[in-house]
T-cell receptor, first 113, second 112 residues
Framework: SAVISQKPSRDICQRGTSLTIQCQVDSQVTMMFWYRQQPGQSLTLIATANQGSEATYESGFVIDKFPISRPNLTFSTLTVSNMSPEDSSIYLC??????????FGPGTRLTVT | AQKVTQAQTEISVVEKEDVTLDCVYETRDTTYYLFWYKQPPSGELVFLIRRNSFDEQNEISGRYSWNFQKSTSSFNFTITASQVVDSAVYFCALSEAEKLTFGTGTRLTIIP
């Protein structure tokens, strides 16, 4: 199984600022993803982080708001830009291991005031 | 479009009872994967099982068992002899090209 860490684990940010979340996997993986879980809700896929090319965004999510980097096979970042209170959520990184099992990081709890 | 339905929003059972969490899915793909995850109060998402669409054998892991029935598009999860530590939100998910579509989750409370 893949072990995934995320930083920061939580943050409180002011409206209009940006926050970058880091995701580190303990082994090389092909597929990495970013999900959002709004309070009391299920998980929604934001984008697939592609190594060496632009991320692939799901409907309703755009690069200007959620820029993603994937510089290598073990690391990715998600930036939440120009934040508003509606961005308050848990942001989770996931990776698929060689057995095609998808594991999740512990999440980043973001509160925007 | 893919869809996962977990009709049970909340379930409460007394400790040591058995409980089944339902999951019904919709997909046009012939090859797909189904997952179950546990999200305890601490918030992390714990992988429980992955099942591919060609393998309809039931799976048992300790007190956990899963029943996959393609004919009814269901992938139900049973906990036998429930324990307080089983209290969590459980998500069923369906994958297409490795992207997961999650159900809305079932909040399970085990009463001591």
């Amino acid at each position: 199984s893949a072990v995934i860490s995320q930083k920061p684990s939580r943050d409180i940010c002011q409206r209009g600022t940006s926050l970058t979340i880091q995701c580190q996997v303990d082994s090389q993986v092909t597929m990495m993803f970013w999900y959002r879980q709004q309070p009391g809700q299920s998980l929604t896929l934001i984008a697939t982080a592609n190594q060496g090319s632009e991320a692939t965004y799901e409907s309703g999510f755009v690069i200007d708001k959620f820029p993603i980097s994937r510089p290598n096979l073990t690391f990715s970042t998600l930036t939440v830009s120009n934040m508003s209170p509606e961005d308050s959520s848990i942001y989770l990184c996931s990776a698929e291991d060689r057995a095609y099992e998808q594991y999740f990081g512990p999440g980043t709890r973001l509160t925007v005031t | 479009a893919q869809k996962v339905t977990q009709a049970q929003t909340e379930i409460s059972v007394v400790e040591k009872e058995d409980v089944t969490l339902d999951c019904v899915y919709e997909t046009r793909d012939t090859t797909y994967y189904l997952f179950w995850y546990k999200q305890p109060p601490s918030g992390e998402l714990v992988f429980l099982i992955r099942r591919n669409s060609f393998d309809e054998q039931n799976e048992i892991s300790g007190r956990y068992s899963w029943n996959f029935q393609k004919s009814t598009s269901s992938f139900n999860f049973t906990i036998t002899a429930s324990q307080v530590v089983d209290s969590a939100v459980y998500f069923c998910a369906l994958s297409e090209a490795e992207k997961l579509t999650f159900g809305t989750g079932t909040r399970l409370t085990i009463i001591p």
